[in-house]
């Protein structure tokens, strides 16, 4: 399963540094600069298009909404399930605690 996320890591990788370097070819754009251009922008192509293979080896992955709100927030994606947990564990406290009660009325 790792491997799925590795290799769409990797393609994520170099589609940025692409991006980032058509940013620097553009920037200081001089007519002479065309061809490189233009090699870039079919690297940015070809980059989608890998990435685009990759989805298809993850169609069944589903993330959560509010993971992309912390990533929105710049904040740490991994606090989301941290946070999920800490919510999970209080709530199952709080139930725990209802039952324990019940338990002492029926008695």
């Not at 069944?60 to 709100?69: G, Y």
Request: a negative charge; one cysteine or more; glycine letters at 4%.
């Amino acid at each position: 399963m790792a491997e799925k996320f590795d290799h769409l890591e990797e393609h994520l990788e170099k589609f940025v540094e692409n991006i980032r370097q058509l940013g620097i070819i553009v920037s200081d754009f001089q007519p002479s600069s065309q061809a490189g251009l233009n090699q870039k922008l079919n690297f940015i192509v070809t980059g989608l298009q890998d990435i685009d293979k990759c989805r298809q080896q993850l169609h069944d992955i589903t993330v959560p909404l509010e993971v992309f709100e912390y990533i929105d927030q710049g904040r740490n994606p991994q606090l989301y399930t941290k946070e999920c947990l800490e919510r999970a564990l209080a709530r199952n406290e709080q139930v725990k605690g209802k039952i324990d009660t019940m338990k002492v009325r029926h008695l």
